[in-house]
């Protein structure tokens, strides 16, 4: 192929799904000359399984790319089509929003924000090659010939690399959704030295809406008030879909039985590892073969379409044997499959091979994000491009990278799993992952990351001031309400008793009043007649500060230990055969993933607390100008 030398840009981000846009999106808005290339500008931002934002942990990673300044939430407060806040009946270290989106107008709405950024070109062509010298990137190389000089790059890849869709016994090579696979772009990144492996997802049929008998299903509301994922959306937001649910039956089961041979999960066609937290219906019926029925959740996929989303459904099945196993389903009997289930297999890296930056450890100024690390999911993705769109300006700029420790979000947890534990199938955060749940609540988001937000660069002086205003009127709340004496009253002790919590005959402080779990911020307001007018958010954080206190106080006690640990950087040279009293397995686990502080270190499995013990010695002593073997 002949080639031919095309503009120079400071960063190229490869791939425009949802991690490319972020990256290039946040580089580009730090002032980084940026280029954002897409197989296709018809599907930047789309959304290839479900059209959904959120849900259990996904939503406190979407308002944390909000609070450092992303794009995600805001997108996702523009085009919803029905909004819920999951886990209600929990604590609120579990409280998740989740929003059905319009895939077509979330998809529009991100291309007119790239395309109307500063700093940033945006380009349809399929990136074939990168190139490097002396491990550092030099270019980047299209399927026309195009070579683009570059100081750093950042593969965005998703699904896409040396994609294969499986249904049945047919196979071919393809992206998602109908779209023409990267499949010359893996042999070069082979060829840099680059660990690749094969992972595998996949999606549930899109079906007709007026081929389902909603009467018989379960309709799932939309929640009111609505909750926005952006801290900055203002005004009135509505519902303007209704979800249903469904359920699989012992008929539907014994369909999916009958054909598993037909299956090429089970026939061993695919390769690829898939998801854990995510299986197909097969997978399902075969592992859970005790459960009578699963859940279907009937999703539209926007308001100017009648294509529905089976959420629950994904299967690689044969298309003939998808259309009798979704017919056994009550309401279904009718059902008109537009876009069959498949299997998608594709080529992803070993997160192992990244540093905590995101940047690859073999060649200086290439990032990985997204899908193509191991992850699965949108919201994934977009944080992980989020921090490397960061990472990637800011070794342009010759600044050092920022870092997210695991106390400080999501996004921090996301990534220290990634490259200090890597993944053996297609990552997925959950809240679970987090020793500070806590401390990691989606409703302080804000509070956790919009001074850093606006350090960076990427979270505007008006919109730190309104940040800056809201957290004072927190802490003054709290003081208020620490120092607000309420007198005993037959209705206050009513409330009390009718909230099954003992009376009070003596003056209390609200504030220890609140500290009861079966009494509310808002029970009290007939109680307090100085109370002021708050917006909704900040008397959300007041209870929340106010009710948890003690646990709160704890695990800041526990992150204030590990910080100390997190604190005690290893250098990157550190040659740890060579280590006395280190064992074999410590030795090369620590090689292998090189962690960046001995706080890092205790996170890598192989790696045993008598093993952190020598690592502290021998970094004392060579801190005092010992050496290794000393």
């Given at each position: 192929?002949?080639?031919?030398?095309?503009?120079?840009?400071?960063?190229a981000?490869?791939?425009?799904?949802?991690?490319?846009?972020?990256?290039?999106?946040a580089?580009?808005?730090?002032?980084v000359?940026?280029?954002?290339?897409?197989?296709?500008?018809?599907?930047?931002?789309?959304?290839?399984?479900?059209?959904?934002?959120?849900g259990?942990?996904?939503?406190?990673?979407?308002?944390?790319?909000?609070?450092?300044?992303?794009q995600?939430?805001?997108?996702?407060?523009?085009?919803?089509?029905?909004?819920r806040?999951?886990?209600?009946?929990?604590g609120?270290?579990?409280?998740?929003?989740?929003?059905?989106?319009d895939r077509?107008r979330?998809h529009?709405?991100?291309?007119?924000?790239?395309?109307?950024?500063?700093?940033?070109?945006?380009?349809?062509?399929?990136?074939?090659?990168?190139?490097?010298?002396?491990?550092?990137?030099?270019?980047?190389?299209?399927?026309?010939?195009?070579?683009?000089?570059?100081?750093?790059a950042?593969?965005?890849?998703?699904?896409?690399?040396?994609g294969?869709?499986?249904?049945g016994?047919?196979?071919?090579?393809s992206?998602?959704?109908?779209?023409?696979?990267s499949?010359?772009?893996?042999?070069?990144?082979?060829?840099?030295?680059?660990?690749?492996?094969?992972?595998?997802?996949?999606?549930?049929?899109?079906?007709?809406?007026?081929?389902?008998?909603?009467?018989q299903l379960?309709?799932?509301?939309?929640?009111?008030?609505?909750?926005?994922?952006?801290?900055?959306?203002?005004?009135?937001?509505?519902?303007?879909?209704?979800?249903?649910?469904?359920?699989?039956?012992?008929?539907?089961?014994?369909?999916?039985?009958?054909?598993?041979?037909?299956?090429?999960?089970?026939?061993?066609?695919?390769?690829?590892?898939?998801?854990?937290?995510?299986p197909?219906?097969?997978d399902?019926?075969?592992?859970?073969?005790?459960?009578?029925?699963?859940?279907?959740?009937?999703?539209?996929?926007?308001?100017?379409?009648e294509?529905?989303?089976?959420?629950?459904?994904?299967?690689?099945?044969?298309?003939?044997?998808?259309?009798?196993?979704?017919?056994?389903v009550?309401?279904?009997?009718?059902?008109?499959?537009?876009?069959?289930?498949?299997?998608?297999?594709y080529?992803?890296?070993?997160?192992?091979?990244l540093?905590?930056?995101?940047?690859?450890?073999?060649?200086e100024?290439?990032?990985?994000?997204?899908?193509?690390n191991?992850t699965?999911?949108?919201?994934?993705?977009?944080?992980?491009?989020?921090?490397?769109g960061i990472?990637?300006?800011?070794?342009?700029?010759?600044?050092?990278?920022?870092?997210?420790?695991?106390?400080?979000?999501?996004?921090?947890?996301l990534?220290?799993?990634?490259?200090?534990?890597?993944?053996?199938?297609?990552?997925?955060m959950?809240?679970?992952?987090?020793?500070?749940?806590?401390?990691?609540?989606?409703?302080?988001a804000?509070?956790?990351l919009?001074?850093?937000?606006?350090?960076?660069?990427?979270?505007?002086?008006e919109?730190?001031?309104?940040?800056?205003?809201?957290?004072?009127?927190?802490?003054?709340?709290?003081?208020?309400?620490?120092?607000?004496?309420?007198?005993?009253s037959?209705a206050?002790?009513?409330?009390l008793?009718?909230?099954?919590?003992?009376?009070?005959?003596?003056?209390?402080k609200?504030?220890?009043?609140?500290?009861?779990?079966?009494?509310?911020?808002?029970?009290?307001?007939?109680?307090?007649?100085?109370?002021?007018?708050?917006?909704?958010?900040?008397?959300?954080?007041?209870e929340?500060?106010?009710k948890?206190?003690?646990?709160i106080?704890?695990?800041?006690?526990?992150?204030?230990?590990?910080?100390?640990l997190?604190?005690k950087?290893?250098?990157?040279?550190?040659?740890?055969?060579?280590?006395t009293?280190?064992?074999?397995?410590?030795?090369?686990?620590?090689?292998?993933?090189?962690?960046?502080?001995?706080?890092?270190a205790?996170?890598?499995?192989?790696?045993s607390?008598?093993?952190?013990?020598?690592?502290?010695?021998?970094?004392?002593?060579?801190?005092?100008?010992?050496?290794?073997?000393?």
């Amino acid at each position: 192929m002949e080639t031919y030398e095309a503009q120079s840009y400071d960063l190229a981000v490869i791939g425009a799904g949802h991690a490319g846009v972020e990256a290039a999106l946040a580089a580009a808005r730090l002032g980084v000359s940026t280029v954002l290339f897409t197989i296709s500008l018809d599907s930047l931002a789309n959304m290839p399984c479900n059209p959904s934002i959120g849900g259990t942990a996904k939503g406190h990673l979407v308002r944390e790319i909000d609070a450092l300044g992303g794009q995600m939430g805001k997108a996702a407060d523009a085009t919803f089509i029905q909004s819920r806040m999951l886990n209600r009946g929990k604590g609120p270290a579990v409280h998740s929003l989740r929003v059905q989106t319009d895939r077509q107008r979330y998809h529009i709405y991100m291309k007119k924000v790239v395309e109307q950024q500063e700093n940033l070109d945006l380009k349809q062509a399929e990136i074939v090659e990168i190139r490097a010298a002396g491990g550092k990137i030099q270019s980047v190389v299209t399927h026309l010939g195009a070579v683009h000089r570059v100081k750093a790059a950042i593969l965005c890849t998703g699904t896409f690399l040396r994609g294969r869709i499986f249904v049945g016994d047919v196979s071919y090579e393809s992206g998602p959704d109908g779209l023409h696979a990267s499949s010359r772009l893996s042999e070069s990144l082979m060829a840099l030295g680059i660990p690749l492996r094969r992972f595998k997802t996949g999606t549930p049929a899109r079906v007709h809406r007026s081929s389902i008998d909603f009467s018989q299903l379960e309709p799932q509301e939309g929640d009111s008030p609505i909750t926005p994922f952006s801290f900055e959306t203002r005004g009135e937001l509505q519902n303007r879909a209704i979800c249903h649910i469904a359920y699989t039956n012992e008929a539907t089961h014994e369909v999916i039985r009958q054909n598993i041979h037909r299956s090429p999960l089970y026939g061993g066609k695919i390769e690829g590892i898939g998801p854990r937290y995510c299986p197909s219906i097969e997978d399902k019926v075969v592992r859970f073969s005790d459960k009578p029925r699963h859940q279907i959740f009937v999703e539209p996929m926007g308001l100017d379409t009648e294509e529905i989303y089976l959420q629950g459904m994904s299967s690689s099945l044969p298309e003939d044997v998808q259309l009798a196993f979704y017919r056994t389903v009550k309401g279904f009997e009718n059902i008109k499959i537009m876009r069959s289930a498949y299997a998608i297999e594709y080529d992803s890296v070993d997160p192992l091979s990244l540093k905590p930056s995101l940047e690859f450890k073999s060649v200086e100024g290439l990032y990985g994000a997204g899908q193509f690390n191991g992850t699965s999911g949108y919201e994934e993705a977009a944080a992980q491009g989020l921090v490397a769109g960061i990472n990637a300006a800011r070794f342009c700029l010759g600044q050092e990278p920022v870092i997210l420790g695991r106390s400080s979000s999501y996004i921090g947890t996301l990534i220290d799993d990634l490259v200090t534990k890597g993944c053996s199938d297609p990552y997925r955060m959950m809240t679970s992952r987090s020793e500070y749940r806590l401390l990691l609540r989606q409703d302080n988001a804000d509070a956790r990351l919009t001074p850093l937000g606006h350090e960076i660069g990427l979270i505007s002086d008006e919109r730190y001031q309104k940040f800056l205003h809201k957290q004072q009127l927190i802490e003054k709340e709290v003081a208020r309400l620490e120092a607000t004496t309420v007198p005993p009253s037959p209705a206050l002790n009513d409330l009390l008793v009718s909230r099954e919590t003992s009376p009070i005959s003596t003056g209390f402080k609200l504030g220890e009043l609140i500290r009861r779990p079966q009494v509310s911020y808002k029970d009290l307001e007939p109680f307090d007649p100085q109370r002021p007018d708050l917006p909704a958010a900040v008397a959300e954080e007041v209870e929340i500060l106010l009710k948890y206190e003690g646990y709160i106080k704890k695990q800041q006690l526990e992150v204030e230990q590990m910080q100390r640990l997190e604190t005690k950087l290893l250098p990157e040279d550190a040659d740890y055969a060579s280590i006395t009293g280190l064992r074999l397995e410590a030795a090369e686990k620590l090689g292998k993933v090189r962690p960046r502080s001995i706080g890092q270190a205790t996170r890598i499995s192989g790696v045993s607390p008598a093993d952190i013990s020598v690592l502290l010695i021998w970094l004392e002593h060579r801190q005092k100008g010992g050496t290794a073997d000393d």
